[in-house]
């Protein structure tokens, strides 16, 4: 059964610091993998997704995430976090040959900046 | 629109009441969802629509949840008997679901924010 683990349920990191925000997925076939990002009081924002090519995929607002298919991992990185970057922070996987075309949802992760 | 529209934004309604959440996608998208967020917590699926096709309804909670979409476009989510643990945002997104390359994402709306009291 296809599956998203976000393994931790919140992050801490201080401001001006690397984060990473973890995600692994379980298909059957080769995975389209997305971030999604919903700050507070807001609905969810398209972050970045990977469909093929490069292994490291660039989104908005200075993320990236890495696509890691030894590990079925599409962890999700920042060199330098903002404060504003605290939200809560999804990762959706679909698999291409499903016909059930629905994205499967992590429980989400809540990133907290420090100041 | 150039995005998806729901309303209204906040609901306050009595226990038992019945309740309308609307959702309009973007023109275009194929396929249409109502998901459920309870306050700080993840993203609940509800129902799916995808064209003509019989819906998914495979994650309304109970008999009091029913939705439709009418020509293929704007949707409707209606509780009847509202109970306070009903109280969530509920959101609707769309998408360009069901092409060969199924590598779009989700257009999410603001969601409703509804409170049961």
């Known amino acids: 059964a296809q599956s998203v683990a976000q393994p931790e349920d919140q992050v801490n990191v201080a401001e001006g610091n690397p984060l990473t925000v973890k995600c692994t997925y379980s298909?059957?076939?080769?995975?389209?993998l997305f971030w999604y990002v919903q700050y507070p009081n807001r609905g969810l924002q398209f972050l970045l997704k990977?469909?093929?090519?490069d292994n490291l995929v660039k989104g908005s607002y200075g993320f990236e995430a890495e696509f890691n298919k030894s590990q079925t991992s599409f962890h999700l990185k920042k060199p330098s976090a903002l404060v504003s970057d605290s939200a809560l922070y999804f990762c959706?996987?679909?698999?291409?040959?499903?016909?059930?075309?629905?994205?499967?949802w992590g429980a989400g992760t809540k990133l907290i900046i420090k100041p | 629109g150039a995005g998806v529209s729901q309303s209204p934004s906040n609901k306050v309604t009595e226990k038992g009441k019945d309740v309308e959440l609307r959702c309009d996608p973007i023109?275009?998208?194929?396929?249409l969802y109502w998901y459920r967020q309870s306050l700080g917590q993840g993203l609940e699926f509800l129902i799916y629509?995808?064209?003509?096709?019989?819906?998914?309804k495979s994650g309304l909670p109970s008999d009091r949840f029913s939705a439709e979409r009418t020509g293929g476009s704007v949707s409707t989510l209606t509780i009847q008997r509202t109970q306070q643990e009903d109280s969530a945002v509920y959101l609707c997104?769309?998408?360009?679901?069901?092409?060969?390359?199924?590598?779009?994402?989700?257009?999410f709306g603001s969601g409703t924010r509804l409170t049961v009291v």
């Open positions: 997104a769309s998408s360009l679901d069901g092409l060969p390359l199924a590598n779009y994402g989700y257009t």
């Open positions: 023109s275009g998208h194929t396929a």
């Open positions: 629509f995808q064209g003509n096709s019989a819906p998914d």
């Open positions: 298909v059957s076939g080769n995975p389209y």
């Open positions: 990977y469909i093929t090519g």
């Open positions: 959706a996987v679909r698999d291409p040959t499903d016909s059930n075309y629905q994205l499967i």
